[in-house]
């Protein structure tokens, strides 16, 4: 590859593009990236307030409710007419020296339930200005916020404390449950199946002000102990911010609230709510959204050079394969990466979980834009090859959409579980989300859930490059008669078969976390005998399919010979990639059940026998490979219901001997 | 310039060409002719490096045809030739020239001249918004911006209206009167024949023919001599009031008169009718392959 070449093609396909856009349609687009531009960070920093004025508070200027109503956007602050308040014109009447009565209707209902919640807020707000902190709090509360362990058997439990699903549970583990805190060390709480809340005298008040968290509690300390203030002084109801039918409390002292907002500083235990990052992950998907229209863009432009041999021209010049697919990918990912980095700077900017310093701002968007880098290629490297496999734009259409809500779901989906589950390990959208919410990222959770995709995107643009030449790229075959060419594109020989065997881990990898997001939520006696019978059958697919391209384009000899050697091949191809898995261990995600069911075959973890059982478990996988390669070989080279017929036992096969493993490593 | 050894495609269980062998000297216009599926276009593609050759080689300008240096001298123009609608023709040339590595200036300069000698206007205008020929012209300057020295035209007149069709065919025998090597494929063998030095038919992915026309002609043809008579005689067919008899040498052309004269009429008229390359091809298209070609 060249790279004056690579730009060259790179320059053309912007300004090619460019061209097909006339001036009212960039005026378009302008108008709506400014609208973004500026909907985003108002959105980032208040959210929307689609409740905004929605009750009328009949209230008078000297009253202490006035305060609070006036700093709630969701009250309209109104003279307090009784007449009005009788027409139904105004939601709740304060008069002087009465409590506030609401009107005898669902919206006056509710008007006093925001009020009250709202007057709670601004007592802990006044409570967190007083200076004598322990009159204050008098009560301080220490939490500490570990993983709920969903295994009764996972390895990481502490043996001397029993799982928590098993244990009885009282009110304060019910309140507390099911999170651990923000930026919290996943691997390292999991030891820790237990949730503990502590009461102690507030010594100071410093110690008081170290319970403060940000709002998605990504704030917290990993591993540490969170200190809240509390009061048990009651004097806005110690219902504890729950709605209920009395009075609202004055607005002078009290507690209620989240304690995982921006204005708590103190509260009770029964207030924490769990320590969703709902915020952040709405903000990381802004990082996602984007992706899906610039890979539609993409693949049509990839197949746009394939309707009518337009590309025929690009193949005849005296460049590369490699700087043509190059030089029209670049565009679009510096594209993506600037889109990810404005959008980070300014999430980063408005919410500065980790620090307002602009070098603090530049250094949580750099890693948000390291994290999605890796998404954003993933997201080019398939709509490249569904660019290069589609027959038609109406092909392509239903390929790249069902590519988007995949991939979408991949990066989505655990990352909704940050701090909360182990299984958002596998996604780089974890980063982005702690990351914003200024905890730290670790190179070893970088590297996890980032180099899957990488390799994947790059696997798959080697694929779809393998098919962009002439004899392939103008053809108007189905998408699976390309991808068994794009699969032949790479067999040179049998012994290619091994390297493209190994070249599949990735996808494997990537297929077989997916299926670990899918499943985990389901019991573990369902989830787990599915997910071996799905991982045996990614993993036959992927040894058996170069095998089956292979015999399609009569590239290997049928004999019974050539089939075994073919076998085996494919399968040591696929056991030494498959070795590269150990990857999981960096994070402890075996350490989950799900985990340990999908990779500890593989990497043996948490056995413990002797060197000879050990030994004999690393290379049996290579036994089992070559095996049922084979039986996939020998269905292969007679025809495809053959083909289908062998894939199907070699996974009863594979599933049997994972079934047989988990049962051994208990 | 080039030479062709034993060339061979093969596709799955389906041979496009099977054995071709030719070569080309320099400065030399050469066509290749044959019907539909004949293997012309996979010859002429493996020549210009986009089709690898199953066996066999093909060698362009002292380059392996694989070899992307070749590339740089050579000028290829595809059958069909789709540009990119949304550029002007300036830019489409000048991003082919860059990729050419062809100064900017001289870029310009040639693509401008060539445009000129190609009568084509309206250059700032979209490539989408032009018509079919000029949309042609566009791509034979497209393929002549890195001033080749070997010219690959696939069926460079298709589709294009008679008067268009004899601008391109004048302007490649000037490109060849300049000393560019061409090899040029046509379904219109009448260009063929008044262009192209030397010429291979092909049928069925085989070479059944090759040479220069008249050698074609001489050695495929067949001179018919039509004596027309004023009686009917053995072998003729009425025509106009008179009677045609067809036959192929001076005997019988005599034998004619004889059977005339027998029959108390006489011979009015000899016409001698040579067949054109489009008979010769004809008739070989109707022939086994084996004629020539075979490995």
């Not at chain 1, 008081?208 to 102990?225: H, T």
């Not at chain 1, 609230?257 to 235990?269: A, H, I, K, M, N």
């Not at chain 1, 050990?614 to 084979?630: R, Y």
């Amino acid at each position: 590859m060249k790279a004056d070449k690579t730009l060259r093609i790179a320059r053309w396909e912007v300004s090619k593009n460019a061209g097909q856009l006339d001036r009212r349609t960039l005026a378009a687009i302008g108008v709506v990236l400014v609208l973004v531009a500026a909907l985003t960070p108002l959105v980032a920093s208040k959210g929307i307030a689609l409740d905004d004025g929605i009750y009328q508070v009949g209230v008078a200027d000297d009253s202490p409710y006035r305060g609070p109503v006036a700093n709630d956007s969701t009250f309209v602050a109104v003279e307090p007419d009784a007449r009005a308040f009788r027409n139904g014109e105004i939601d709740v009447l304060i008069l002087p020296g009465r409590p506030p009565v609401p009107a005898p209707t669902q919206k006056g209902q509710a008007a006093i339930s925001e009020l009250r919640a709202t007057v709670q807020a601004y007592n802990d707000d006044l409570m967190g200005f007083e200076r004598n902190r322990t009159a204050a709090f008098p009560v301080n509360v220490s939490l500490r916020y570990v993983a709920q362990n969903v295994s009764t058997t996972g390895a990481g439990t502490d043996d001397s404390e029993p799982p928590a699903t098993t244990r009885p549970t009282d009110e304060d583990e019910v309140g507390l449950g099911g999170g651990e805190s923000g930026g919290g060390d996943t691997g390292g709480e999991t030891d820790d199946a237990d949730l503990q809340a502590t009461s102690r005298p507030t010594d100071n008040g410093d110690e008081i002000d170290s319970g403060e968290s940000n709002s998605d509690g990504a704030g917290g300390e990993s591993g540490g102990g969170d200190t809240v203030g509390a009061t048990d002084r009651d004097a806005g109801g110690d219902d504890g911010g729950a709605v209920g039918d009395g009075p609202a409390g004055a607005p002078s002292v009290g507690s209620g609230s989240s304690l995982f907002t921006d204005q708590t500083r103190g509260g009770t235990p029964a207030d924490i709510a769990p320590p969703f990052p709902f915020e952040s992950l709405v903000l990381a998907f802004a990082f996602v959204l984007p992706m899906n229209f610039v890979i539609q863009a993409y693949a049509s432009s990839i197949l746009n050079e394939r309707i009518n041999d337009r590309g025929e021209l690009l193949l005849v010049s005296p460049v590369s394969r490699g700087d043509i697919v190059a030089g029209k990918t670049l565009p679009y990912l510096v594209g993506m990466i600037a889109i990810a980095t404005l959008t980070a700077l300014g999430i980063a900017g408005l919410t500065p979980a980790g620090g307002d310093a602009p070098l603090e701002i530049v250094s949580t968007a750099a890693v948000s834009v390291a994290a999605v880098a890796p998404i954003a290629l993933l997201f080019l490297a398939c709509a490249f090859v569904g660019g290069m496999f589609a027959r038609s734009f109406k092909e392509l259409t239903f390929v790249t959409v069902t590519l988007s809500v995949l991939l979408t779901s991949y990066a989505f989906i655990p990352a909704i579980f940050t701090d909360v589950h182990p299984i958002a390990a596998i996604s780089p959208l974890t980063l982005v989300v702690r990351a914003l919410g200024g905890g730290a990222v670790p190179l070893a959770d970088y590297a996890f859930s980032t180099l899957p995709l990488l390799l994947t995107a790059g696997t798959l643009f080697a694929l779809g490059a393998g098919v962009y030449r002439e004899e392939d790229m103008f053809t108007q075959r189905s998408v699976p008669l390309k991808f068994l060419d794009a699969l032949d594109s790479q067999l040179s020989s049998p012994r290619s078969l091994a390297k493209l065997s190994a070249l599949s881990i990735p996808f494997v990898f990537v297929a077989e976390l997916l299926a670990v997001a899918l499943l985990f939520a389901l019991p573990v006696s369902v989830s787990i005998p599915a997910l071996l019978v799905a991982i045996a059958l990614v993993e036959e697919v992927a040894k058996s399919v170069g095998i089956y391209a292979g015999f399609a384009h009569e590239r290997f000899g049928r004999s019974a010979r050539s089939i075994g050697w073919l076998g085996f091949l494919s399968g040591l191809g696929f056991f030494v990639g498959e070795k590269a898995t150990a990857v999981a261990q960096l994070v402890g995600l075996p350490n989950l059940e799900l985990g340990r069911a999908a990779f500890g075959t593989v990497t043996g973890l948490g056995i413990q026998s002797s060197p000879l059982v050990l030994v004999g478990l690393f290379f049996a996988p290579l036994a089992l490979h070559a095996v049922t390669a084979t039986i996939t070989a020998a269905g292969a080279s007679r025809d495809r219901r053959w083909y289908f017929g062998t894939l199907a036992v070699a996974t009863l096969v594979h599933a049997g001997y994972n079934l047989t493993v988990v049962s051994y490593l208990g | 310039m080039i030479d062709v050894d034993s060339l061979r495609k093969e596709y799955g269980g389906f041979t496009a060409v099977e054995g071709s062998t030719f070569s080309v000297p320099d400065g030399e216009v050469f066509g290749i002719i044959g019907p539909n599926g004949a293997g012309k276009t996979t010859t002429l593609k493996m020549l210009a490096g986009l089709i690898e050759p199953t066996s066999g080689s093909a060698t362009v300008a002292g380059y392996d045809a694989q070899d992307a240096e070749m590339r740089n001298y050579l000028g290829f123009l595809p059958e069909e030739s789709p540009l990119y609608e949304d550029m002007t023709p300036v830019s489409y040339l000048e991003f082919f020239g860059d990729l050419y590595d062809v100064p900017r200036a001289t870029a310009r300069e040639r693509i401008h001249d060539t445009l000129d000698r190609l009568d084509l206007d309206h250059r700032d205008r979209k490539l989408g918004d032009m018509s079919k020929g000029m949309g042609r012209k566009v791509a034979i300057a497209r393929s002549l911006v890195n001033d080749p020295e070997v010219l690959i035209y696939d069926e460079p007149a298709s589709g294009l209206d008679p008067l268009t069709t004899n601008y391109i065919i004048e302007f490649t025998r000037e490109l060849a009167e300049s000393g560019k090597t061409v090899v040029f494929s046509a379904h219109n063998l009448f260009h063929v024949e008044s262009i192209c030095d030397r010429v291979v038919v092909m049928n069925d992915g085989r070479i059944v023919a090759r040479g220069a026309v008249e050698e074609i002609r001489a050695e495929h043809g067949r001179t018919e001599y039509h004596v027309y008579t004023t009686v009917d005689i053995e072998g003729a067919v009425a025509e106009n009031g008179a009677y045609r008899r067809i036959v192929e040498s001076m005997d019988g052309v005599e034998e004619t008169r004889e059977l005339a004269a027998a029959s108390g009429g006489e011979v009015t008229d000899i016409q001698t009718h040579t067949p054109s390359l489009e008979d010769i091809f004809l008739d070989l298209a109707e022939e086994s392959p084996d004629v020539e070609g075979r490995p």
